[in-house]
């Protein structure tokens, strides 16, 4: 079935301030699952239609276990979004990864503890296949971007997805490495959850800023030294994302669209009206 390209970003709030970029407006929805993060900026870069969420508001003003990461990707489904790309800070785990290189992520493990991170409770239960958690398509465009506008990205990673606000102590960081992982940071693996849930293709650009705490012979992970880099390569991030959007294809060959097809185990007789209600953008395709 036809759909329209519809790119979604998920960042700081400075990535929608990209040279052509036209018809910028706000969109403020409401969802069955509470408030976004903020009002939703959509416009269109090269004929095709955007949107842009910050991810913590603007101002930096929700911390990472207060995101409502469902109500986020409702909204995004809502406003036609069919590919995520997720731009995200986050702590080197390796040598070869420096502060300011960017990491193509490719796996996922989950250390957080306090967040609702999938939309299929109250009455309806799905189960859909989260072993390759990232979208392989969106994962090539990024790399793609990366070589064409010169930003040095690594091709795969592990991301432990840690709860914080606060950093990891030494004690963990260190186990976390003998694990294999390559970055560490707190927020995208709801992200990636809830996007294969609603079907849609997902993938992250993860934005070295520091070495956690475990690299003996440089300093500390601090606040300072995060806004430091990550000021320095908001430029890059754009430039990347702006690469990005013709390098999709109009039509995606990938499983993302289908996710739901086999996993919602919950019989259609059983649903609720109020469950069908809050899932039908959705589920309705499947169940109606």
């Given at each position: 079935m036809?759909?329209e ?5 998920i960042?700081?709030?400075g990535?929608?301030e990209?040279d ?15 408030a976004?993060s ?13 949107v842009f969420?910050?991810?913590?508001g ?7 276990s207060e ?9 995004l ?8 790309l997720?731009i995200?800070?986050?702590g080197?785990?390796?040598?070869d990864?420096h ?5 193509v992520?490719?796996?996922f ?8 991170d ?8 799905a ?5 390759d958690?990232?979208?392989h398509?969106?994962?090539k465009?990024f790399l ?6 010169g ?9 432990v ?7 990891s102590?030494?004690?963990?960081s260190k186990l976390?490495r003998?694990?294999g992982?390559?970055?560490i940071?707190m ?6 959850k ?10 992250t ?7 956690d ?9 601090t606040?300072e030294?995060?806004?430091?880099v990550?000021?320095?390569?908001i430029?890059?991030a754009?430039?990347v ?14 499983g993302?669209?289908?996710a ?6 919950t019989?259609?007789d059983?649903i ?9 953008l959705?589920i309705?395709?499947?169940v109606?």
């Amino acid at each position: 079935m036809s759909e329209e390209l519809v790119v979604g970003v998920i960042g700081g709030s400075g990535l929608y301030e990209i040279d052509g970029l036209t018809e910028v407006r706000e969109v403020q929805l409401s969802t069955p699952f509470g408030a976004p993060s903020d009002a939703y900026i959509t416009g269109t870069l090269g004929g095709v239609k955007m949107v842009f969420l910050p991810r913590h508001g603007r101002g930096h003003r929700i911390s990472p276990s207060e995101i409502n990461f469902r109500a986020n990707i409702w909204g995004l489904r809502k406003l036609g979004v069919t590919r995520i790309l997720s731009i995200s800070a986050v702590g080197s785990m390796r040598e070869d990864v420096h502060p300011g290189d960017f990491v193509v992520i490719d796996q996922f493990i989950d250390r957080t503890r306090h967040r609702p991170d999938t939309f299929f409770e109250g009455g309806v239960v799905a189960h859909v296949m989260f072993a390759d958690p990232v979208c392989h398509e969106v994962r090539k465009v990024f790399l793609g971007a990366a070589a064409k506008v010169g930003v040095k990205a690594h091709d795969g990673g592990t991301y432990v997805n840690m709860e914080g606000p606060q950093f990891s102590t030494r004690a963990e960081s260190k186990l976390y490495r003998t694990w294999g992982v390559d970055v560490i940071g707190m927020t995208n693996l709801q992200e990636a959850k809830l996007a294969r849930e609603a079907e849609i293709c997902y993938a992250t650009l993860a934005m070295a800023t520091d070495y956690d705490c475990w690299h003996e012979s440089h300093d500390d992970v601090t606040v300072e030294a995060i806004l430091a880099v990550m000021h320095k390569n908001i430029g890059n991030a754009r430039s990347v994302i702006k690469a990005a959007v013709p390098l999709f294809a109009k039509q995606r060959t990938c499983g993302c669209s289908s996710a739901l097809k086999f996993a919602i185990m919950t019989a259609k007789d059983r649903i609720s009206p109020e469950a069908r209600q809050r899932l039908g953008l959705l589920i309705d395709k499947y169940v109606s």
